[in-house]
């Protein structure tokens, strides 16, 4: 029980159904007592602004805090932080592994003090699922999940051992077994409950405090949960981190841009389209740290699945949420999946309480700026060969391929001669099933894939469906297409067996993998050597077709450069076709039966597709599958698990080890001083992705991490994922920058992850370089261009980048969640001002750089100015701003990053 207070005396009495009551925080009786206009804010706003208002302690939130979101002004200057204490928080295991690494590590550095471990605890629920881990080892075949599973287990032993320790060491961690679903998917089916309450004291009266659910989540889609109506978006582990040990996550008050939906889709058209659609004209509208909401008749009209298909996207439209207000379809969900109906009636009642219940109509709303979308527009699209925004009409697609072939890689294309394109063809013969020509073009992987998109039953049964027709028209899809099919949860694989479905896509290779991430992030698992050594030697551009929402180089896979990101039915459709170069809306997809067969002879029209949703969503089958997880994974329950609350370290251990961030741990904070003399590790161009900083994918033998893995006798089967070992800060720092595809302008542009250690100029790969420069106690600088650290949420790129020993980062603008992450761990991000870049000044990596006016007078924002020493002694000062952007992380730079910050204030309080 919590003791709270109640300032604006907004604690009012509610009904919770079946003649009981419980107690809110009222919205409607702040804009009472006159605080502000509350009832025209943006939905998402009120929901923050009811966090604020039932947090607000006079301590870590202020009445002011309250005020100020209370008078949120559409078209303000934004200088305010918002403290924001969220209701919970859910992990996926590539990040929450290390995040519970960190609260190990930080019980041992209690204990090292000695005092009592047990002060680090979460404070709120926290859910870990665990999804990322598993790999398409095995496809195509009926076995391919247990397979799958099986390898999985072996692989991550040692950390799911580790999971298991956390679970009994912490009251509020929790965690969903592997085999059971994706972190998202899990979250909307089941997590998520809309409402939550809890017991508090306010004065002398002990109350049931209802609230919102709210969330961070510790992976960039967190989002898919605003479709229904929670507040939620992805942070970096280190902020997660914070947020579970009692601190508000901070972020800047957001301009909120309404669209305003009107019309339906058209047949033909489903809601990957929609959302494709959404995430091309969204970024074209600049909507970065900004939040969306969606209002209007064409929202209220849209299924919560397909609302949650178009927040799921929002980092790739770089919005903070893509949020849709609450409303019947929320409770038409809830109770499709299960929620119980005394539940549902306090969650509607408690809305219908605080004037939060129905999408906005036009006018109802004061948005920053509005944007218009008719649903009638949208057409069938994919999007690709490189950039989720890059949305390609279905019938351009071929034309957009072919193009894209010979166009430079600086604008997004590959860089080939035109007339390669149709010349350059490798014969694969293939075990046992003859042989097939490949080329340009060729689809190799075909992936039904990401929770994006199987959460969404009308897209996954559209797949089904398109299956049916085009195995009983006779096509086929080729052995050298690699197909894989993985839902985010089990109830897809109930509803497609129960239609029927299940068995043509079979037929067509789409078997079950595994209930996981798979292809989405990366784990695509090898292709078959002989298609594999074909796209190599002959340098193919093939193609990879997912439904999932990120397609960067070397994302999906390191040798196939062109993926696209399309719906399900149109990802069988094109592994059907065999080639991206084709247009389905006039060419054929294939020879079937009785001739050509058209992409219109096999898409199932939109009333097949309701029939067969009919029995998608049944109650009973999501309380069957999503109750007691253990007793359904006995290969879980076989993991042994250490016991107590501070973890025994296993020094051998190649996953799990203790991060030095609390070495020398002592409760004196630092003091900011300029950086002087540090030399470049890096410059880097535009878009820059985590993934390139901190890839998560395979681990080369050659690279430092191959090289440490094999000398700690790991033999290179058993490298598994950067992803997977990010418990180990040993490999994962290795692994930073070392992304096959990062070009270091240092090396002329040259791919890979290396560096001229200067000043003598030897080339050697970044950690290398990096533990040179450490020796002679050298400080490093990273210069980047546009969106530096664009893609997935990804604190190891933040924690690597620190451990490398780089104390400032100079790019020309930065992703939110990874500048953030930076100051997280204590890395200085800096601005160029506009039109400056890395070319502009002339740079090449032989220069000395200071920064100088750093001191402990900081402010947020503040200009500096970088001092530039070039190898010839000329001195170039180029002005820059400061990216702390709030007073808190003044705080947190000062103390050396987040950890030590919170550190520090949970053992003073214990004190
Ligand atoms: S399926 Fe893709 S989007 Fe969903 S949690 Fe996994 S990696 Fe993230």
């Known amino acids: 029980m919590s003791s709270q207070h109640d300032p604006f005396r907004t604690l009012k009495s509610f009904d919770l159904g079946h003649g009981r009551q419980g107690k809110l925080y009222s919205l409607p009786a702040l804009e009472a007592a006159g605080v502000g206009k509350i009832s025209r804010l943006p939905v998402s706003i009120r929901l923050v602004l009811e966090s604020v208002l039932r947090n607000c302690d006079g301590k870590k939130v202020l009445e002011q805090n309250v005020r100020d979101l209370a008078g949120w002004q559409p078209n303000a200057t934004r200088t305010e932080e918002i403290p924001f204490v969220v209701a919970r928080i859910v992990l996926q295991d590539f990040t929450g592994v290390p995040l519970l690494v960190d609260l190990a590590a930080m019980r041992s550095a209690v204990a090292k003090l000695g005092k009592n471990p047990k002060i680090i605890e979460p404070l709120v629920p926290v859910d870990l699922v665990v999804d990322h881990s598993v790999q398409v080892d095995a496809n195509g075949t009926s076995d391919a999940f247990a397979r799958n599973l099986e390898i999985e287990f072996q692989r991550n032993r040692e950390r799911y051992q580790f999971l298991k320790w956390g679970m009994q060491a912490f009251d509020t961690f929790k965690v969903v077994p592997p085999g059971i679903g994706i972190v998202h998917q899990v979250n909307l089916e089941y997590l998520a409950k809309g409402v939550l309450s809890a017991e508090s004291q306010i004065s002398d009266l002990k109350s049931e405090i209802y609230y919102p659910d709210t969330l961070v989540g510790t992976d960039s889609h967190t989002t898919m949960i605003n479709g229904i109506g929670v507040v939620g978006w992805g942070v970096g582990g280190i902020e997660a981190e914070a947020g579970m040990l009692g601190q508000p996550v901070y972020f800047l008050t957001p301009d909120v841009v309404g669209v305003h939906l009107t019309g339906a889709l058209r047949e033909g058209v489903t809601a990957t389209d929609l959302a494709l659609t959404v995430t091309q004209m969204l970024r074209k509208a600049k909507v970065v740290g900004k939040f969306v909401e969606f209002f209007g008749p064409g929202a209220k009209a849209l299924p919560v699945v397909d609302r949650a298909t178009i927040a799921n996207m929002a980092p790739e439209y770089g919005a903070t949420m893509g949020f849709f207000p609450i409303d019947e379809e929320c409770v038409n969900y809830l109770r499709a999946t299960g929620r119980s109906e005394e539940h549902i009636t306090v969650f509607e009642n408690y809305y219908k309480a605080q004037g939060l219940w129905g999408i906005p109509q036009k006018g109802d709303i004061d948005y920053s700026q509005v944007l218009d979308l008719d649903l009638a527009s949208v057409v069938p699209s994919v999007a690709g060969p490189k950039r989720p925004q890059d949305r390609i009409e279905l019938p351009k697609m071929k034309d957009s391929f072919v193009g894209a072939f010979s166009k430079p890689v600086t604008e997004n294309g590959f860089g080939k001669k035109a007339e390669e394109f149709s010349t350059v063809k490798a014969e694969v013969s293939l075990n046992g099933s003859g042989s097939a020509a490949i080329g340009h073009g060729s689809v190799l992987i075909a992936a039904i894939t990401s929770c994006t998109n199987t959460s969404n039953p009308s897209v996954m049964l559209a797949a089904g469906l398109l299956a049916k027709k085009a195995v009983e028209k006779g096509l086929s899809v080729s052995k050298v297409v690699k197909a894989s099919l993985a839902p985010g949860s089990r109830v897809v694989s109930d509803y497609l067996s129960k239609t029927g479905l299940q068995p043509y896509l079979d037929q067509l290779g789409f078997n079950l993998v595994g209930y996981g991430c798979t292809t989405c992030i990366g784990n695509s698992g090898p292709l078959a050597p002989v298609v594999e050594d074909a796209v190599v030697k002959n340098d193919l551009v093939a193609a990879s077709v997912l439904s999932g929402n990120r397609n960067f180089e070397a994302r999906v896979h390191q040798n196939i450069k062109a993926n696209f990101l399309m719906s399900p039915p149109l990802v069988v459709a094109f592994a059907l076709a065999g080639r991206v170069d084709v247009d389905l809306s006039s060419e054929p997809i294939g020879q079937g039966k009785s001739g050509p067969v058209f992409l219109k002879d096999i898409w199932p029209t939109i009333a097949e597709v309701r029939d067969a949703m009919q029995s998608a969503l049944k109650p009973e089958v999501f309380r069957t599958l999503y109750t007691d997880f253990a007793a359904q994974n006995p290969k879980w329950n076989e993991i042994p698990s250490s016991v107590g609350n501070v973890y025994a370290w296993d020094a051998k251990s190649t996953y799990i080890q203790e991060p030095p961030f609390f070495v020398n741990f002592s409760m004196q904070a630092g003091t900011i001083t300029e950086i002087k003399g540090a030399r470049p590790l890096g410059i880097f161009g535009d878009s820059v992705t985590t993934d390139h900083i901190s890839p998560a994918g395979a681990i080369k ?138 070319q502009t000044l002339g740079l090449n990596g032989s220069e000395v750089y200071d920064v100088v006016g750093l001191s402990p007078a900081l402010k947020p924002q503040q200009d500096l100015t970088l001092r530039i020493t070039r190898a010839d002694g000329s001195v170039t000062d180029v002005p820059v701003r400061c990216r702390i952007d709030t007073p808190i992380e003044i705080d947190y730079y000062q103390h050396g990053g987040i950890l030590p910050f919170v550190l520090r204030d949970i053992v003073r309080r214990a004190s």
Do not use: C
Request: hydrophobic residues 35%; aromatic residues 8%.
């Open 701 to 838: 033998k050659a690279s430092p991490a191959g090289r440490f893995l094999l000398e700690n006798g790991v033999t290179f089967e058993n490298f598994n994922s950067y992803g997977s070992r990010r418990g180990n800060d040993r490999i994962m720092t290795r692994g930073t920058f070392a992304n096959v595809r990062i070009k270091n302008l240092m090396l002329g542009g040259e791919e890979g992850g290396n560096t001229l250690l200067q000043p003598e100029g030897t080339k050697l790969a970044i950690f290398d370089a990096a533990e040179q420069y450490k020796k002679r106690g050298t400080p490093l600088i990273v210069i980047a261009g546009q969106e530096y650290g664009t893609g997935s949420s990804r604190d190891w790129a933040a924690k690597g980048t620190n451990l490398l020993g780089v104390k400032v980062v100079v790019a020309q603008s930065f992703e939110r969640i990874h500048r953030s992450n930076l100051v997280g761990m204590g890395v200085l991000p800096l601005q160029f001002k506009e039109g400056t870049t890395a």
